[in-house]
Structure formats: C-alpha cells, structure tokens
C-alpha cells in the first residue's frame, strides 16, 4: 500500500575534533630585561590557560540493516500512520528538529533558519515522513538515500508522546518506508549515549544490528551526541 502524501503549507550527533597546530619549538635565544611592573588597583590575574575543562566520554553505536527482511515487526497499533512531506519543507524540519530534539540536546542544526533548511533539502536527497496518531501529529523521521545507501539522520518522538508504547511502532513504520525510496541495498543511523535510554534497544527489537562504536571526549559543558 502506497505511503499518503501531503503538500507542506509552507534537518548521534558527533563533535568533530580540531587539530593542533603544535608547530617546532623556537630554539633561538634572546635576553630579555626584567622589569617589575604593578598591576593597577582591583586588578585580578585571568584565569590560567592551562586549567582543563572536564570531559565526558560519549560512546556511539552505529547499526545497519543489509536487507528489508532484517526487519521485526512490532506489536500493531492502530491509528499510527505517516506522511510524507512532499515537497520538502524546511520549516517542517526545523520544527521537528527542534521540538524532538530539544530534549536530548541535538545541536548540529539548532540554529539553522527556514532558509538553510530549504537550501539543504534542495540539495540533497532527503526524505522526511511525519508520524501522525488518531490525526496528531506524534513525531517525525529525517534519512537520505546516497545511491542505495540510506541513512536515517533524525527519528524522534515528541516529548509528550514519549512513554506511551509509540517508539517501536513509529520506528517500524519508518524503516519500512526507508527501504521503498530507491534501490535500496543498506540502511543505518547511529545513536549515542545521550539518546533516550531505551533508543538502542528499540533499534535491536527492530532488527538492527550493531556493527561499530566510537568513543569522544566530550567536554562536560558542550552536550550532545
């Protein structure tokens, strides 16, 4: 049965690191004449450069699915469907982007407006499907197909609708559409520490298989995957 499609009215999560430029050191010598100078009243010193910001070590888990029959079915739910946006609609995924990710602190595209989104979508092959339930809208799902090799970038539900039973039937119905838009020969995400505690075990009961992790040092004051 064909997916629904709708005209819009009118996008885990990893740091990368910055590479040290440490140079040689300066092996010329000069001499310096000291002098004392004072420092002016109420005056304090900076803090030292050399202070280290705690870190928090992020593991990532990435999964896969080689075949459509990798997938497991989940307990039926009536009332759950979605629809696609069609055509691309950033104001769409920002607002999902946003109200889903607002709570697991997904900042990579925080602070894109309508314009850099609709530039993003026309420029690559993203599809985006809305997970809707008895006629509300619950959550939403975000994956590019790059020639047959689909990545699912965002899936979430909004923050009300969490608990509620709905993650593994939303993620069934998602996966089943990643593997209809194209010849479609590989489909995987990846999800991290700071996903919601049930997110890697939702992704196994739907038949990923996990096929390599990463560990970052994330400082404590920087959140996110």
């Given at each position: 049965m064909p997916f629904p499609r709708i005209r819009a009215n009118r996008r885990s999560c990893p740091f990368t690191r910055e590479d040290t430029n440490r140079g040689k050191p300066n092996r010329t010598t000069i001499r310096i004449?000291?002098?004392?100078?004072?420092?002016?009243?109420?005056?304090?010193?900076?803090?030292?450069?050399?202070?280290?910001?705690?870190?928090?070590?992020?593991?990532?888990?990435?999964?896969?699915?080689?075949?459509?029959?990798?997938?497991?079915?989940?307990?039926?739910?009536?009332?759950?469907c979605l629809r696609v946006i069609d055509p691309p609609d950033g104001a769409v995924n920002r607002r999902f982007y946003q109200a889903v990710g607002g709570t697991w602190n997904w900042t990579a595209c925080a602070d894109w407006d309508h314009e850099r989104w609709n530039a993003y979508l026309a420029s690559n092959p993203v599809s985006t499907v809305v997970l809707v339930k008895d006629g509300e809208e619950i959550g939403y799902g975000e994956m590019i197909n790059r020639a047959g090799d689909v990545e699912i970038l965002s899936f979430g539900l909004l923050p009300a609708f969490i608990g509620k039973g709905l993650g593994g039937p939303s993620l069934e119905l998602v996966i089943r559409f990643a593997w209809t838009i194209g010849n479609v020969h590989h489909l995987w995400l990846h999800t991290c520490d700071n996903d919601h505690p049930s997110a890697l075990d939702n992704y196994r009961r739907r038949g990923f298989s996990l096929y390599d992790t990463q560990e970052t040092d994330i400082p404590e004051t920087r959140p996110g995957c």
């Open positions: 004449m000291a002098i004392r100078i004072t420092s002016p009243p109420g005056w304090q010193s900076p803090p030292s450069s050399s202070t280290v910001r705690p870190c928090s070590v992020v593991k990532t888990y990435f999964l896969q699915m080689t075949s459509s029959d990798d997938m497991v079915a989940s307990t039926p739910l009536q009332g759950l």
